[in-house]
């Protein structure tokens, strides 16, 4: 069968402006947001569930708009997502068919073999299921242009990814492309004489125009990075986050790394190199940096947690994470002694059981624990999202 789709462009347009208004995606984000809705959608046959299996951020070039202009098109390459209808519907896939606004282009295997999907169907004892891989979809310059002349300019700035061991750290309009240093890099440019070369079309922008804005930067904001200065085997996953930062304070002060990655922790509130941490703000503090992405909560209570609290919550992976002091373990006084030390353990019980009826892990820490970041680490690796 042919899985047809027959959506139009003024509502493509529709959606991808709309998806473009978002303050802190890419252009690469949105436009692939609008075409995972309306793969969802088929006109062809009734789909019951869709799963998507395409993670944007391992092709996502972070370029403007105009950017993409420029070179002509913009390239999703292996989006893929999986169909799956009634048992008694037919999903015998064998082509694709989508609007010509946006194109899938052929794949070259060489010999002459082209390719512009691969589709695998199956029949399972309750549904039926194809799963598809589209092999280079484009969103080709028409497209483009007709959305930067009715894109609403944005105000704020992302970061580019400027890739590893660049530090002069740049900030852009995602339409236009215009790139800028935060004004606290002006001392450190100034100083740097190590020549590094410049790999990317927003550092050079900025550095040809001197382009500077005031407090643009995740310390001047205080706000989470999720840049990758490096990768954590060759730093801790803070100077993974924070390089840029410990770098151009290393060369605006003059002072050893190390010197300068405590300053950048001092000013992000988590332990300096090597310290004990002491209490659960500092915990928090580095879950924090951790999982900039995510919304992460302190002292949450879900609806249904029956008026308890998690020490810190990530709604959006099930997740809760306790730090748990003496008073869980043994009686204090201070809580209320062995009475006090009962009624914790009944609590902790029963957050427990109603996080599982829930769905929702708990991740736990202990007062007799040293708490250092690669602990933390170690723990909550499953839910850490791995760097590319």
């Known amino acids: 069968m042919e899985l047809r789709y027959e959506f139009s462009e003024d509502d493509f347009l529709a959606l991808c402006l709309k998806n473009l208004e978002r303050k802190k995606t890419t252009i690469f984000e949105d436009l692939y947001e609008t075409l995972r809705y309306f793969l969802s959608t088929p006109d062809s046959v009734v789909i019951t569930d869709v799963r998507h299996r395409f993670y944007p951020e391992y092709y996502d070039d972070h370029l ?46 060489g010999e002459g073999i082209t390719q512009s999907y691969k589709i695998k169907n199956t029949k399972l004892k ?11 979809v484009e969103m080709p310059l028409t497209l483009l242009e007709k959305l930067y002349s009715r894109m609403t300019p944005p105000v704020e700035l992302l970061p580019s990814k400027l890739g590893v061991w660049e530090w002069r750290q740049t900030f852009y309009n995602k339409m236009t492309g215009e790139s800028f240093f935060c004004s606290c890099f002006k001392d450190a440019l100034a100083k740097d004489d190590m020549g590094l070369s410049i790999r990317h079309a927003h550092l050079t922008n900025a550095l040809e125009n001197y382009s500077f804005k005031e407090s643009i930067c995740h310390i001047c904001t205080k706000t989470n990075s999720d840049l990758m200065y490096c990768h954590k085997m060759y730093g801790s996953a803070f100077k993974a986050r924070y390089g840029a930062y410990i770098t151009k304070q290393a060369i605006q002060e003059g002072i050893d790394e190390r010197d300068a990655e405590n300053h950048i922790r001092e000013l992000k509130g988590v332990a300096k190199i090597g310290e004990r941490w002491v209490n659960e703000t500092l915990l928090f503090n580095y879950i924090n940096l951790l999982f900039p992405q995510f919304t992460v909560q302190r002292e949450a209570s879900p609806s249904w947690l029956n008026k308890q609290r998690f020490d810190v919550y990530i709604p959006e992976l099930n997740l809760a994470i306790e730090y748990q002091g003496q008073q869980h373990y043994v009686a204090v006084d201070l809580f209320g002694g062995e009475e006090g030390l009962k009624r914790t353990k009944q609590r ?41």
Not at 64 to 84: A, N, R
């Open 348 to 388: 902790d019980k029963e957050k427990l059981q109603l996080s599982k009826i829930n769905g929702v892990d708990i991740v736990y820490f202990s007062y007799k624990e040293n708490l250092t970041e690669k602990l933390v680490q170690n723990r909550l690796k499953n839910y850490l999202k791995e760097d590319v």
């Open 64 to 109: 403007s708009l105009k950017e993409y202009i420029d070179k002509g098109q913009m390239i999703l390459p292996y989006v893929e997502f999986d169909l799956s209808s009634d048992k008694n519907i037919d999903l015998e896939v064998t082509d694709i068919n989508i609007p010509p606004f946006v194109k899938l282009n052929n794949f070259q295997y």
């Open 126 to 136: 309750t549904k039926n299921k194809s799963s598809i891989r589209l092999l280079s």
